[in-house]
């Protein structure tokens, strides 16, 4: 059957009011490695904000940006000489900090001046992982040199020990409101295995979520929606990495995310109904991607990058604004340095769908003439 092109422009017009973003849309990559840094990563977003490290005088010092690598505030506090920034949520950011040769947990409000020290009393270390509006998740090293996930609210007073009862070492590594997500250590015919694990702000709500058949699993981000969403890994298959989703934060509910093509993945974060993550095939590089759901709905983020500027790249956080999709990660330059990068997809403006109306409604009114 022959088409015309009034068929055709009908149908073309169809497919770009119909794409779905994290399939058919056209993404923009935006280089925020400040000027004169050698090396940066980026691990977190929130409106139009980014946080994540930035090396100074070799060492990391927790980084701000604003879109743009020229926007970049260095949040390193006073007296410390290491930082690293994990999160943000509602203008604050939150990490640690190296004081003294100890990881003290913190926050920052935008500068390096606003830092507020939420180490615990009697901590050996302590570190930040996730932020949501005031509350923080992460974990402790103990007197004994156990790791134990954790909780604060905005002061190190606020301390919560989330450890699990007969666990060995756990660690909240991502928090939506009062809902964290990490790992807990657990005893399994004798052997203490890491299984991914949901805490609803104490110890003794702390919910397993290794999935049937996984040797370990590990859960790294979670969005609060009509049932906590959390995404991570596990080791499935003999041990193969597979990124993975617990779309109701139940065992039962994980969905293996793992792409077709690839050996192994990671799922690093989500929002809404988009996951974020890397992929690799074995002896090959890491691919930053995006997902909506299932493996089959993975999209190589890579793809965007400047040929040959990166030989890999991460994903590691995803906010969504109305139709805008921002991606937060990293590409791993061939000499082994880092430019902390964002990918950011935008619905076109309703002009462009006016004019391609209008173009349409021109070829039929010109076939109509002939």
Known sequence: MKMNCVSLAVCFLIAAMSFTPAIAGTWTVTNLNPAGV??????????SQQVGNASIGGSDHASLWSGTSGSWVDLNP????????????????AGYAVIDGVNHAGVWNG????????????????YINGISNSMQAGYIQSSG???????????????????????????ALGI????????????????????????????????????????SSFALGIYNGYYPDVVGYAYVNGDQCHASRWFTGTATSWVDLNPSWADWSVASGNYGSYQVGYAGIYGSGKHAGIWSGSAASWQDLSDYLPTGAYTDSCADGVYVSGDNIYVIGWGVKA??????LLWTWSVPEPSGIFALLGGLGTLVAFRKRR
Do not use: M
């Not at 050698?38 to 409106?47: D, K």
């Not at 989330?162 to 660690?171: F, I, K, R, V, Y």
């Open 38 to 47: 050698p090396s940066s990563t980026a691990h977190g977003v929130s409106g």
């Open 78 to 93: 006073a007296g410390a000489t290491a930082s690293s920034a994990g999160d943000i949520s509602g203008g604050k950011q």
């Open 111 to 126: 500068t390096a001046a606003s830092w507020v020290d939420l180490h615990p009393a009697g901590a050996q270390q302590s």
């Open 145 to 171: 040199g156990y790791l134990h996930a954790c909780k604060w609210n905005g002061t190190a007073a606020s301390f919560v020990d989330l450890a699990p009862a007969g666990s060995t070492n756990s660690e």
């Open 176 to 215: 939506a409101d009062n809902q964290q997500v990490g790992f807990a250590a657990i005893s399994v015919g004798g052997h203490y295995n890491n299984h991914a694990s949901l805490w609803f702000g104490s110890s003794v709500s702390w919910r397993d979520l290794n999935p049937a058949g996984a040797s």
């Open 335 to 340: 000499d082994g340095t880092n430019d902390a």
